[in-house]
């Protein structure tokens, strides 16, 4: 579109400030703001510069006035705050990874439901193991610990069982194997979900019910820590097999489409977070030893984007900040880079909150794993299980 000779002693200058505002929503916005109605008639545009004659000098300085006043403001947190200086590998979790979309059951029977997003879950192998109870504890040690029934994330596994080479020609091999390692799950009750090679999601353990699939192992969200996931996380598994270190997924595209629709399901049905959607690999721990990655299954190569999640690989690892748990060198082969930048991230802030505490890392880390120890026997007392 040819340029308004009108607008020509304007734009140059407004260019120019713009540049000049390091916010990108900020920029963003004051460019909105005094943008020319190009297409206006005369009399309308006649007014539009009249009115930017007092109205522009008040735009360009809101978001000069908001940045100083930003960097003035004092830091509210008591002086003993731990402040933790993320490596640059750690990207932020993008803020559109927020609630997830509103998906509702369309059709039910015993064979089968469908969504609304396009999902279709088997029900064929579908049982019922005991309900689900657990107990969470405050993150920051103060007050008591809460009784829950609600899933609260979702920890995807692989399912580490034979393969055959996806070809057509394999087609009747392909589905023996699918429907043995289905049978095989439903009596060890091990997963609430499995997604075959073909990208069929079958639901095996009911999701009102604990599954076996976490073992010992730790995560925490904002606010609670939650220990022994079998309780407290729902398991999707997809039947695969990865190797240390892989760096591309070992989905086919159709298990990749399977597993965003029912994320988004699991999501809106139950509320869950974003940041609560992890690996097995990321939870596992070893209380014997105190070490984490006791089992590494999806410790690299999960395809967090594309199942419309944020990374979370990126996430400091809470069995190492909170409780003291560390990484042995088995465990940095199978996890590559992407989790090795997370447990060198997750040593700085457990190195950092021992400076605060006035003790030396060893003290410290010796500290939280006595608060490990304790906070299992709660979670195993007779108190907590009659409440």
Excluded at 137 to 142: E, I, K
Aim: with cysteine.
């Amino acid at each position: 579109m040819p340029s308004q000779p009108d607008d020509a002693h304007f734009r140059p200058w407004v260019n120019q400030f713009a540049n000049h505002i390091p916010d990108g929503v900020v920029r963003l916005r004051f460019l909105q703001a005094v943008a020319p109605p190009d297409l206006a008639p005369t009399p309308v545009r006649q007014r539009w510069r009249r009115t930017c004659r007092w109205t522009l000098p008040i735009l360009v300085a809101i978001p000069l006035l908001s940045l100083v006043l930003l960097r003035a403001t004092p830091d509210s947190h008591p002086a003993t705050t731990v402040t933790i200086t993320r490596p640059q590998a750690h990207s932020a979790a993008p803020a559109a990874f927020g609630a997830s979309p509103a998906v509702w059951q369309v059709e039910h029977s015993r064979e089968s439901d469908s969504y609304s997003n396009g999902l279709r879950i088997d029900n064929r192998f579908a049982v019922s193991n005991h309900p689900r109870s657990y107990r969470t504890f405050p993150l920051d040690g103060v007050g008591p610990s809460r009784p829950g029934w609600q899933p609260v994330g979702i920890v995807f596994h692989t399912t580490e069982s034979r393969q055959a080479p996806f070809e057509e020609q394999q087609n009747r091999v392909l589905r023996r194997i699918g429907e043995s390692l289905l049978e095989y799950v439903k009596q060890e009750r091990a997963y609430h979900f499995v997604i075959d090679r073909f990208g069929r999601v079958y639901r095996i353990v009911a999701e009102s019910d604990a599954a076996n699939h976490a073992g010992h192992s730790v995560w925490s969200d904002d606010r609670w820590l939650y220990l022994n996931l079998n309780e407290s996380f729902l398991a999707v598994s997809v039947e695969t097999e990865t190797q240390a270190g892989q760096v591309d997924p070992a989905m086919s595209p159709a298990q990749v489409r399977a597993a965003a629709m029912l994320t988004e399901m699991l999501r809106s049905r139950y509320g869950i977070s974003a940041a609560n959607c992890v690996t097995h690999a990321q939870v596992s721990v070893n209380p014997s030893n105190m070490r984490i990655g006791y089992h590494t299954d999806w410790a690299s190569s999960f395809p967090f984007a594309s199942i419309g999640l944020p990374d979370n690989y990126a996430q400091p690892l809470p069995a190492v900040t909170l409780l003291g748990f560390e990484a042995d060198r088995s465990f940095d082969f199978a996890a590559g880079a992407r989790m090795s930048a997370a447990v060198d991230f997750s040593e700085q802030q457990l190195a950092q909150r021992a400076a605060a505490a006035g003790l030396s890392l060893q003290a410290y880390r010796k500290q939280s794993q006595n608060r490990y120890r304790r906070l299992v026997s709660e979670l195993h007392s007779p108190a907590a299980i009659s409440d």
